[in-house]
């Protein structure tokens, strides 16, 4: 990647521009853990070598090392999809309690419409809850332009700063003008017991923090980047966020407060706003945050939530039926045959022979987030639940102790030294029966491949202490540790066997790397051909749900997809399925 | 929303739609206009249904083509064509790679892949293009090209200058693919039926 030149104007995604805008704000320290959509944001910082960029183990650890670089004076930033804030939201409610002394900004990428999450959840209320002030981007332009004023804000009352974006802005690209890093002079931490050890003086730094919230609450008041647009028409829009684009795409006329800063919102300034119209609507994507509180300060002339969805994504479409009850265009889709086309397990993935000597054994199995989620789908259908990061562990336990025979957690390698070693602790600890398969395919795959403590190399590809996985759950005290290749059915399923007849906690780990793991890719495969002579098309190869194996009279395998993993091969009974070279 | 054009790539995980919005939005850029551009990232991206969206004009506020909207779609496989149709104007342009990746319910036998795609689009759009892309690919050199072909195709109905369409080649595609991809663009470019 090379990186843009200052003056120049760029096509930004808003990733991009935020790692931009950390780089021209002086950042010093940048963390986070990989999640959709707030991946890149580290990915790109960490090209700028000014900035020490990591991957944490995980969103709490990210925040407590840059909330220490913060204290110590130095700017940081920590990076998080919005699920990534309720693991760290520990420290994030008690940090607001002493403040900081550089400046810290955390970020929070939402994902509307749940692209690629597991619930849909509006994190400005995580502000509220801390007392946090928040700022939010409509564009690329802004999500560079926020991180500076974020730093601003957070220097200036001596807080964290969270700032919220969300899929739409992320993930979309616009022009942006590329400025230049300034340097902030670090400060100093001061010893000052009764404002850092925050239990044992936790009342007085209560009313420290309202009265700091009063004061911003002050500031927000007549805070430049809270703009009014004036228009020519009697309708008056206050929104943030992409919700912006979108006002302005459906009433070009009106006169729109945007909002840059949502909390703590400027009371005044909205009041007085709304009493220059008959009617004002609140357009915001997810929950009626602004609006709740219009409400409680007893304004009434909006029109929100009874009008616009409280959830999904918004777009220019879902601010035009609410404003004008337009009818939605002719969907004449109906009319065709047509047939979803979910994700599914890439050929030659490892969790493909994981999950069918699962499916063979009969196990219940509860999942965790990452590519294997996919294994719920059929022909698989061998994952039964699946929740959060490293719910999976604590989830078979519990079933375990419920009274369910045969009980398997699985989960990926960065997964679990995320989320998944404290309970396999206490599964030892409290006498657990419980299976859990580590499917270690040496990458954070579904994120788009980022390195972690058990691959060995850092956030820039550079050799770090490799974390043993094997040693490190023999070192918990698991005695019944099993590796197994999943692409030998053989053994992948005598190890599920034997791990589930085994009284006590097991572990199997998985040793095959995903195909887009750092040295995979550009391997050269020998792929299967089908001997048509030999086929009985009785589809047993179709059953194990590889995207290589292509349906028709008789099955084929597709040449280009194929990784030669051979789980075709040992699904087939009658010798049909060959290397090619070997018929 | 007048004086925006509006594009929409769509297809499978992996076929190069995000590289083909690249080299649209280079080219839109190039021409002066406002570019706002937005993709699907993460889960989908394994195998699943994708789409890019490419809005261009003097302003342009939302990354986001509603259903009804589209003034052009490039559709990079036959059923995520039927998919999207819907999103295209009255009059639009529809422009279709003939090619077809099974999905997981065909795949695993619960259901057929639909006979006639190609039929039933051309009743219901009248500026429609069907093209043989990843035949047209391979024989310029590359099967990979898939996605520059459909550029090519997407060309004819743009009023950009053949230059800024080379430009935006060598600007977005590595130097020893260049003359592949000029080819597959070129080809795309003069296809007819």
Known sequence: MTLPSPGQRVLMAGNNAIAQGAYEAGVYFASGYPGTPSTEILEVISEYPEIRAQWGTNEKVAFDEAMGVAMSGKRALVSMKYVGLNVAADSFMVFPFAGTVGGFVVISADDPGMYSSQNEQDNRYFARLAQVPMIEPSDPQEAKDFVRLAFELSEKFSTPVMYRTSMRVSHSKGMVTVGERSEVPAKTFVKDIPNWVVPVFAKGLRAKLDAKLARISEYVETYPYNRVEEGSSKVGVITSGASYTYAKEILPDATVLKLAITYPLPKQTLIDFCARFDQVYVIEELEPFIEEQLRFWGVTNIIGKDRFPHTGEFSPDVVAKAVFDEEPVQDFSGEFDLIVRPPQLCPGCPHRGAFLALRKSGALVNGDIGCYTLGCLPPLSANHTTFCMGASIGNAFGFGVGGTDKVVAIIGDSTFVHGGIQPLIDVVYNGGNTTVMILDNRTTGMTGHQEHPATGMTLQGKEAPRLDLVKLVKAIGVEHVQVANPFDQKEMYSAVKEALEYQGPSVIMTNQPCIFARGEKGRKYTPFVVLEDKCTKCGACQRIGCPGVLPGEVPAIDEVACTGCSLCEQACKFGAIVRKGDA | ?193
């Open chain 2, 1 to 193: 929303m007048s004086g925006v054009t509006n594009i929409l790539l769509v297809g499978v995980g992996g076929q190069g739609t995000i590289l083909a919005s690249k080299i649209l939005c280079y080219a839109a850029l190039d021409q002066g206009y406002q570019v706002k551009m937005s993709e699907i990232h993460g889960m989908a991206q394994r195998g699943g249904s994708v789409v890019t969206q490419v809005r261009m004009g003097d302003q342009v506020f939302s990354p986001v083509i509603d259903p009804g909207e589209a003034d052009m779609i490039v559709a990079f496989e036959q059923l995520e064509a039927y998919r999207w149709t819907h999103f295209l104007k009255p009059g639009g342009v529809l422009i279709v790679n003939d090619q077809k990746i099974v999905p997981l319910p065909v795949l695993i036998g619960a259901a057929a892949y639909p006979g006639s795609v190609l039929a039933d689009l051309e009743q219901k759009v009248s500026r429609f293009v069907a093209l043989p892309a990843l035949n047209l690919a391979t024989e310029a050199g590359n099967s990979k090209s898939t996605n520059v072909v459909l550029m090519g195709a997407l060309a004819r109905f743009m009023n950009f200058p053949q230059e800024v369409w080379q430009k935006a080649l060598e600007e977005k595609i590595p130097a020893k693919l260049l003359e592949v991809n000029r080819r597959a663009f070129e080809a795309g470019y003069n296809w007819q039926a």
